[in-house]
């Protein structure tokens, strides 16, 4: 078996009174933790850091989703069997300390680190591991949808009696390791992971369904001590493996409004907030503040439902394509650094197909010329975007959907405005709850540093669709020149869902980095014809910090170690 040095490097190489909505008597104690360090120095005053988010939290369980503000939260509760590197996101030891991969990349042989504990006390052995991969398998064994997605990408299927999942096998060896058996070999394997939805929790928070019966106990830096609707205190763990934290207490707390967090942390009721107001920036850099800028590591896009009858046509998702100023929505609704994507792969990737810009680009008499020529006409398409928050990939979501909407309106389409609030039931998943729906406002940061992290959760609703879309050939003279497939990039007369898979897992096989971009370009490509979804932006989000934080590392998807935080001492 290939050593585990020799396959991290072979990776590496691949790969108001404002303070009103602060306090916490009204809480309600979810865990019976005690609210300070057991072991910290009785004399030292507790260090607490306070960070706004511009959205509340509304669980803690990562299989119901996957929304930064609370993937954020979990993740300093629930430890990976694999960690991310901060730097670079490559896999580092996390539950396992050490690993081992077969020459054919197919065996993983896992250590688990004999000293981690649970929160509570409990020892985290090789039989709590079984019940945690349990839970991914029944998760992954459930309808595909963009929640279910992190698990299927291990354990589902598109078509199992052709094509098995990409775990085939896992068995407990001895007290200490874990052996997983893959179908093939995969790059991503290791780097999916390190993502939160795949956090290692105490058993017997576990329902027979795969979902947590009650909030997290895990393994990490922090535990949770109280919640409300506005705010939640996290204490460390005491009985954490890791380095101590350079905090005692963690309080998370949902702040709207851009303003708001702005003045929240000129008064000191905050230490860091992200999501910085466009109009913040430089009052912020007046007043003396750090702001530090995530690389663009997200995408926002309008999802396409590819079952409505309007988009049957690819010229009506042509159209669509060309009618959206996505220009403007960079430049007017997100932070300097944003640029308009011509893809759903953030640049660092590195797998643009420089034709594909065509097929987005926008021009308004070509999209009505291209509707006109279509099946399209005039029916109603339910368009579902956020209200009344604030987002990483959507700061304004209201302000995008009117410049969209009125872009699509006046090249023809009939819109139907369905604004739905961040707590609204089943708004979590628009396509799997609302399987009429037209539009989809939507974006998200990645979770872990391989493209799968971004293509499989825009491609989960295409699952869905029929088993194959027509697709204009090149010869096609109802699209003009900007909107033709090019010679570079030949149309088929049908694609599918699971042709497209079939593809990504084609190209997860490729160890040959240029080899592997250029597969990605050419998925890239595919995915311009068929046009599940129109790209917007690739946004980028700032953190800033007040006086009493003397460190405050960012990470680019967002899920920051807030263990690594360092406070001045005195303040």
């Known amino acids: 078996m290939a050593s585990n040095r020799m396959s991290r490097r072979r990776f590496v190489q691949i790969s108001t009174a404002l303070t009103a909505g602060f306090a916490l008597s009204a809480c309600s104690t979810s865990n019976s933790g005690d609210s300070t360090n ?102 992954g064994q459930q309808p595909l949808t963009r929640l279910t997605q992190p698990y299927h990408q291990l354990f589902g299927s598109v078509d199992s009696e052709h094509q098995p999942p990409l775990v085939t096998s896992w068995e407990i060896q001895g007290n200490q390791s874990l052996r997983m058996t893959l179908s093939r070999p995969s790059l991503s394997f290791l780097k999916a992971l390190t993502q939160p939805a795949l956090g290692i929790a105490l058993p017997a928070h576990i329902g027979k369904d795969g979902y947590f019966t009650e909030d997290p106990i895990g393994t990490g830096a922090f535990t949770l001590d109280q919640r409300s609707e506005e705010s939640l205190r996290l204490v460390t763990n005491p009985h954490y493996v890791g380095p101590e934290p350079g905090i005692d207490v963690l309080e998370f707390l949902s702040i709207p409004d851009a303003e708001k967090r702005y003045y929240s942390l000129l008064q000191g009721n905050v230490d ?233 897992r084609a190209a997860d096989v490729i160890e040959d980095v240029e080899a592997r971009r250029s597969a990605y370009r050419d998925i890239n490509a595919t995915l311009a014809l068929l046009l599940p979804a129109i790209p917007l932006t690739y946004p980028v989000s700032g953190v800033t910090q007040g006086p009493r934080v003397r460190t405050y590392g960012v990470e680019a998807t967002g899920l920051d170690g807030f263990n690594r935080i360092e406070m001045r001492e005195g303040q």
């Not at 109009?279 to 690389?295: E, H, M, S």
């Not at 690819?314 to 011509?342: E, N, V």
Request: proline share 10%; glycine share 4%.
């Open 38 to 139: 057991p072991e910290a120095s009785p004399t030292r005053q507790e260090r607490v850091f306070r960070f706004a988010q511009a959205a509340p939290c509304l669980t803690l369980d990562p299989a119901r989703t996957q929304r930064l503000e609370s993937v954020r939260i979990t993740a300093q509760i629930l430890d990976p069997l694999v960690r991310a590197d901060p730097n670079t996101g490559e896999p580092v030891s996390g539950l396992a300390q050490d690993w081992t991969i077969s020459d054919d990349g197919l065996v993983y042989a896992f250590e688990l680190n004999p000293q981690a504990t649970f929160s509570d006390g409990s020892a985290m052995t090789t039989q709590a591991l079984a019940s945690n991969l349990e839970r991914w398998e029944t998760l």
């Open 272 to 504: 860091a907030f992200d999501q910085i107001g466009l109009k913040d920036y430089v009052p912020l850099a007046l007043d003396g503040y750090a702001v530090q800028t995530r690389d663009p590591y997200a995408v926002a896009y309008v999802s396409i439902n590819l079952s409505h009858p309007a988009f049957a046509d690819a010229l009506t998702r042509q159209a669509l394509a060309h009618a959206i100023d996505r220009s403007k929505i960079a430049a007017d609704y997100y932070p300097q650094g944003t640029s308009t994507a011509y893809d759903f792969l953030p640049a660092l990737f590195q797998t643009r197909h420089e034709k594909a810009r065509e097929h987005y680009s926008y021009d308004p008499a070509t999209a009505a010329s291209l509707l006109k020529d279509s099946t399209y006409e005039g029916e109603p398409i339910d368009f579902y975007y956020p209200v009344q928050v604030s987002l990483a990939a959507l700061p304004a979501p209201e302000a995008i959907y009117s410049v969209i909407s009125a872009n699509l309106v006046a090249a023809g389409f009939n819109i139907v405005p369905k604004p739905y609030r961040w707590d609204a039931p089943d708004s979590e998943d628009i396509p799997a709850h609302h399987p009429d729906y037209g539009l989809e406002l939507t974006g998200f940061l990645g979770t872990f540093r391989d493209p799968s992290a971004f293509l499989g959760k825009v491609l989960a609703p295409a699952s869905t669709a029929p088993d194959s879309l027509t697709v204009p050939p090149a010869s096609s003279p109802a699209s003009s020149p900007s909107a033709s497939p090019s010679p570079e990039m030949p149309a088929a007369e049908t694609t599918s869902y699971a042709e497209i898979i079939e593809a990504l």
